[in-house]
Nanobody, 123 residues
Framework: QVQLVESGGGLVQAGGSLRLSCAAS????????MGWFRQAPGKGREFVATIWSGGTTYYADSVKGRFTISRDNAKNTVYLQMNSLKPEDTAVYYCAVARTAYSSSYPNQYDYWGQGTQVTVSS
């Protein structure tokens, strides 16, 4: 049974930082790409970042230069370091496991999802 548990969300002022974690179990995650998505109220799920099994990373233009995705395969954990946060970053953030070692921004390439963690950025 694959499980993903996100943590690290919360309330932060604009310009602040948060670090999200996603602990995974039930699979050898080092063989798979991992991703972070977010969903704001009234909007669809939006790609944030992905990290391939080999460490290659890609980011949405809206977070490039501010967010950093990383992974610790020994701990089966993926992280999202978020700096210079803006009110428009407010959303529920989800981590996901891709079907292969590579992935992109399309949610249908990911087959397991966490329950989400709320990030709220006040102005």
């Amino acid at each position: 049974q694959v499980q993903l548990v996100e943590s690290g969300g919360g309330l932060v002022q604009a310009g602040g930082s948060l670090r999200l974690s996603c602990a995974a179990s039930g699979r050898t995650f080092s063989n798979y790409a991992m991703g972070w998505f977010r969903q704001a109220p009234g909007k669809g799920r939006e790609f944030v970042a992905t990290i391939w099994s080999g460490g290659t990373t890609y980011y949405a233009d809206s977070v490039k230069g501010r967010f950093t995705i990383s992974r610790d395969n020994a701990k089966n954990t993926v992280y999202l370091q978020m700096n210079s946060l803006k009110p428009e970053d407010t959303a529920v953030y989800y981590c996901a496991v891709a079907r292969t070692a590579y992935s992109s921004s399309y949610p249908n390439q990911y087959d397991y999802w966490g329950q989400g963690t709320q990030v709220t950025v006040s102005s």
